[in-house]
């Protein structure tokens, strides 16, 4: 079963406005910038994450590039 997605909450909100500007360096698209941390912001709620560390973790991963291939087969 596919789970809904939640309301965003006037916190959630607040959140991703200031993580939008800070990833505004990495992808210069805002559309494209607002949709991925909708969406980052959804999984970690449903998986009991804090979106900045999933953030973070995207960033030295693969600083944003949806089409980097990990060196270590991750």
Do not use: K, M, W, Y
Request: some cysteine; glycine content about 2%.
């Amino acid at each position: 079963a596919r789970r809904r997605r939640r309301p965003l909450t006037a916190a959630s909100c607040r959140r991703l406005i200031d993580l939008q500007r800070r990833l505004a360096r990495f992808v210069a698209d805002t559309a494209e910038h607002l949709d991925l941390l909708t969406r980052v912001n959804q999984q970690a709620i449903e998986l009991n994450l804090r979106s900045d560390l999933v953030l973070s973790v995207i960033r030295v991963d693969s600083a944003f590039d949806r089409f980097a291939v990990s060196r270590v087969g991750a």
